[in-house]
């Protein structure tokens, strides 16, 4: 019919759209480079920023990336529904779903675990699957929690790979997908070396995969033990503490984050099942993950990789378990600050790297107060940008970081007023005067406006302020007794309890800040006497109960800097440092943490210290 609108028909290569990728993510768009299209790609895992592997939405086009993460969350599912079937039957009819429970044990193995090619091959051949999984899908792993080594082989593929070092990477030489870590074994490793073995295709394909199987068990139990200790799952209000738990998630597409996991989480669970043999073994992996990273930061473009700065935060928590040297934790949290502010702002808006800025934010600000020298936090634009993005908001206790972050000046203020009080060419009485009233204002000035957050977020809290409850034998914690400064009696005071986590751990780092901004504190007028001071500490010590009593897995280590602080506002031989030392000792025991065992005098704030002298 004339006139009559036709219908176009179907394009063939329109039907086909659903099955293929159309699109690279925004990274390699960005830098003009190829993408693979998988979820994290190629280019950005070598790169090492994995999570910042998005892929735009385009109206109207069903193709999208295939996501790792995705099809382990459905493996995972699958796998546990299998297991709770068969439980279930008692009549013995489950041949077909333990041989299926089998195959599925088997990818979800390897796609945890395997090298990024073997990985990137099995995701597509499960999500093309549709029906299930292929019956010519080939059987790989289990790899065991280490990389293992593969090579397709085709008409122009290399001979197959024989024996290869433990943590040497693979790669294809018939492949574009390169690996750029080079090399790191040593003849240290010989006992992790392992033996070579190979899986076949069923279906008689020309592709074989070789793997080296470990004699020792997977680390991934290691791995999730740590995982719930520093980073167990909370609400908000109780703290963000899912930046490691992130972390452990792109530790596959990672080798430096791999090998990093492997050596801390294997330490912490011999340590904390009392295994010396297991604990050993994470310390011998332990300086080769230190030279690996050494070899990143080294790299222009791997030093600002969030492969790197997970790292390095991942061997801070190993100090909080080990505490190697008493210059461990410390050394770490420098070498921590100056990469955040190599990195720059903007390099924490998103995803994995937003969640260690914000999460650790008060371990870098209480490094800088030990270190007393002016911090680069202080700047706005570290105050703003990593959350202009809107990943995460400010919170109360954010507020007060902010504010926190203008004390180590301030510190560093005070101590070149004294030193050039004591020098030898010493200032003159116009310019005495001078500096001595830039640091009282500046003291003035902080300390009003952390009494403004405190009437602004603590009194109006929504969730309501913390109340006084009666200290009880029953409990299961030491009992905190203080001195009445007015008597001199010791008396046994509430402690404080509080709607949600933190909130605790908010009020405990005020109270440290305001102690160490106290001292020095020289004002003629309005000063924070030693009465105060004193109040402040026992605020700390009157919270303990609560925090460390609800407070999951090793939370606590955010109590760590303000423990110290609280130390050294109380006097030697005092009920208040006896009661510290119990709870020190508490802490070591149940959550396995040396440098709670060890008083943690390196995290002093004090000038003259270790720390500040190191």
């Given at each position: 019919?004339?006139?009559?609108?036709?219908?176009?028909?179907?394009?063939?290569?329109?039907?086909?759209?659903?099955?293929?990728?159309?699109?690279?993510?925004?990274?390699?768009?960005?830098?003009?480079?190829?993408?693979?299209?998988?979820?994290?790609?190629?280019?950005?895992?070598?790169?090492?920023?994995?999570?910042?592997?998005?892929?735009?939405?385009?109206?109207?086009?069903?193709a999208?990336?295939?996501?790792?993460a995705?099809?382990?969350?459905?493996?995972?599912?699958?796998?546990?529904?299998?297991?709770?079937r068969?439980?279930?039957?008692?009549?013995?009819?489950?041949?077909?779903?333990?041989?299926?429970?089998?195959r599925?044990?088997?990818?979800?193995?390897?796609?945890?675990?395997?090298?990024?090619?073997?990985?990137?091959?099995?995701?597509?051949?499960?999500?093309?699957?549709?029906?299930?999984?292929?019956?010519?899908?080939?059987?790989v792993?289990?790899?065991?929690?280490?990389?293992?080594?593969?090579?397709?082989?085709?008409?122009?593929?290399?001979?197959?790979?024989?024996?290869?070092?433990?943590?040497?990477?693979?790669?294809?030489?018939?492949?574009?997908?390169?690996?750029?870590?080079p090399?790191?074994?040593?003849?240290?490793?010989?006992?992790?070396?392992?033996?070579?073995?190979?899986?076949?295709?069923?279906s008689?394909?020309?592709?074989?995969?070789?793997?080296?199987?470990?004699?020792?068990?997977?680390?991934?139990?290691?791995?999730?033990?740590?995982?719930?200790?520093?980073?167990?799952?909370?609400?908000?209000k109780?703290?963000r503490?899912?930046?490691?738990?992130?972390?452990?998630?792109?530790?596959?597409f990672?080798?430096?984050?791999?090998?990093?996991?492997?050596?801390?989480?294997?330490?912490?669970?011999?340590?904390?099942?009392?295994?010396?043999?297991?604990?050993?073994?994470?310390?011998?992996?332990?300086?080769?993950?230190?030279?690996?990273?050494?070899?990143?930061?080294?790299?222009?473009?791997?030093?600002?990789?969030?492969?790197?700065?997970?790292?390095?935060?991942?061997?801070?928590?190993?100090?909080?378990?080990e505490?190697?040297t008493?210059?461990?934790?410390?050394?770490?949290v420098?070498?921590?600050?100056?990469?955040?502010?190599h990195?720059?702002?903007?390099?924490?808006?998103?995803?994995?790297?937003?969640?260690?800025?914000?999460?650790?934010?008060?371990y870098?600000?209480?490094?800088?107060?030990a270190?007393?020298?002016?911090?680069?936090?202080?700047?706005?634009?570290?105050?703003?940008?990593?959350?202009?993005?809107?990943?995460?908001?400010k919170?109360?206790?954010?507020?007060?970081?902010?504010?926190?972050?203008?004390?180590?000046?301030?510190?560093?203020?005070?101590?070149?007023?004294?030193?050039?009080?004591?020098?030898?060419?010493?200032?003159?009485?116009?310019?005495?005067?001078?500096k001595?009233?830039?640091?009282?204002?500046?003291?003035?000035?902080?300390?009003?406006?952390?009494?403004?957050?405190?009437?602004?977020?603590?009194?109006?809290y929504?969730?309501?302020?913390?109340?006084?409850?009666?200290?009880?034998?029953?409990?299961?914690?030491?009992?905190?007794?203080?001195?009445?400064?007015?008597?001199?009696?010791?008396?046994?005071?509430?402690?404080?309890?509080?709607?949600?986590?933190?909130?605790?751990?908010?009020?405990c780092?005020?109270?440290?800040f305001?102690?160490?901004l106290?001292?020095i504190?020289?004002?003629?007028?309005?000063r924070?006497?030693?009465?105060?001071?004193?109040e402040?500490?026992c605020?700390?010590?009157?919270?303990?109960?609560?925090?460390?009593?609800?407070?999951?897995?090793?939370?606590?280590?955010?109590l760590?800097?303000?423990?110290r602080?609280?130390?050294?506002?109380?006097?030697?031989?005092?009920?208040?440092?006896?009661?510290?030392?119990?709870?020190?000792?508490?802490?070591e025991?149940?959550?396995?943490?040396a440098?709670?065992?060890?008083?943690?005098?390196?995290?002093?704030?004090?000038?003259?210290?270790?720390?500040?002298?190191a």
């Amino acid at each position: 019919m004339v006139g009559e609108l036709r219908t176009p028909a179907p394009d063939s290569r329109a039907k086909k759209a659903p099955n293929r990728q159309s699109r690279s993510c925004k990274v390699c768009r960005l830098r003009k480079v190829k993408c693979d299209r998988v979820k994290p790609c190629h280019a950005c895992c070598a790169h090492g920023y994995p999570s910042k592997c998005v892929y735009e939405t385009v109206p109207g086009d069903e193709a999208r990336p295939i996501s790792q993460a995705e099809e382990i969350r459905n493996l995972r599912a699958e796998i546990q529904e299998l297991r709770t079937r068969i439980d279930e039957r008692q009549d013995g009819s489950h041949d077909q779903d333990l041989e299926r429970l089998d195959r599925l044990e088997s990818l979800f193995e390897s796609i945890r675990s395997a090298p990024l090619s073997v990985v990137d091959h099995i995701v597509r051949e499960v999500r093309f699957a549709h029906g299930g999984i292929k019956k010519d899908l080939v059987q790989v792993g289990p790899w065991e929690g280490h990389e293992a080594y593969n090579s397709y082989h085709n008409s122009r593929a290399s001979p197959p790979l024989s024996i290869i070092p433990i943590r040497q990477r693979a790669s294809d030489s018939g492949s574009d997908l390169n690996f750029s870590d080079p090399p790191t074994y040593d003849d240290d490793d010989s006992e992790d070396q392992m033996s070579l073995s190979s899986v076949s295709d069923s279906s008689g394909s020309s592709g074989t995969i070789y793997l080296i199987g470990m004699q020792r068990p997977s680390v991934d139990v290691f791995v999730e033990r740590f995982v719930d200790a520093f980073s167990p799952q909370v609400d908000t209000k109780s703290g963000r503490a899912g930046a490691l738990r992130a972390a452990a998630g792109i530790r596959m597409f990672s080798p430096l984050i791999s090998d990093a996991f492997e050596a801390v989480s294997v330490a912490f669970f011999g340590r904390s099942i009392q295994n010396k043999q297991l604990e050993a073994s994470g310390f011998r992996l332990y300086p080769r993950v230190l030279r690996e990273l050494q070899e990143a930061l080294t790299d222009p473009e791997r030093s600002k990789s969030e492969a790197t700065l997970v790292t390095v935060t991942l061997l801070l928590a190993f100090e909080s378990v080990e505490r190697t040297t008493a210059k461990g934790v410390p050394a770490h949290v420098r070498g921590a600050v100056r990469l955040i502010e190599h990195r720059g702002p903007e390099n924490h808006m998103y995803g994995v790297e937003h969640l260690l800025f914000t999460e650790l934010r008060p371990y870098w600000i209480a490094g800088a107060c030990a270190g007393r020298e002016p911090s680069f936090l202080a700047h706005e634009d570290w105050r703003t940008i990593p959350w202009s993005a809107g990943t995460t908001t400010k919170d109360i206790l954010h507020h007060l970081l902010d504010l926190a972050t203008e004390v180590p000046a301030l510190l560093s203020q005070s101590d070149s007023f004294k030193a050039a009080q004591q020098g030898a060419s010493k200032m003159g009485a116009q310019e005495t005067a001078a500096k001595q009233a830039a640091l009282w204002n500046g003291i003035t000035d902080l300390t009003a406006r952390f009494y403004q957050w405190y009437h602004d977020w603590v009194k109006c809290y929504p969730d309501g302020p913390p109340e006084e409850v009666e200290q009880t034998e029953d409990q299961d914690f030491p009992i905190f007794k203080r001195r009445d400064l007015r008597t001199g009696a010791i008396y046994t005071p509430t402690r404080l309890s509080y709607p949600n986590l933190l909130l605790a751990q908010t009020m405990c780092v005020y109270y440290a800040f305001r102690l160490i901004l106290s001292s020095i504190d020289t004002r003629p007028e309005d000063r924070v006497s030693v009465p105060e001071q004193y109040e402040l500490g026992c605020g700390i010590c009157r919270t303990y109960a609560f925090y460390i009593l609800t407070a999951p897995g090793n939370m606590i280590n955010r109590l760590a800097f303000p423990t110290r602080v609280a130390w050294e506002a109380f006097p030697d031989n005092g009920p208040e440092r006896a009661f510290m030392t119990e709870v020190l000792q508490l802490v070591e025991k149940r959550h396995s943490l040396a440098l709670w065992g060890g008083g943690m005098s390196e995290l002093s704030a004090q000038q003259g210290t270790p720390l500040n002298t190191a």
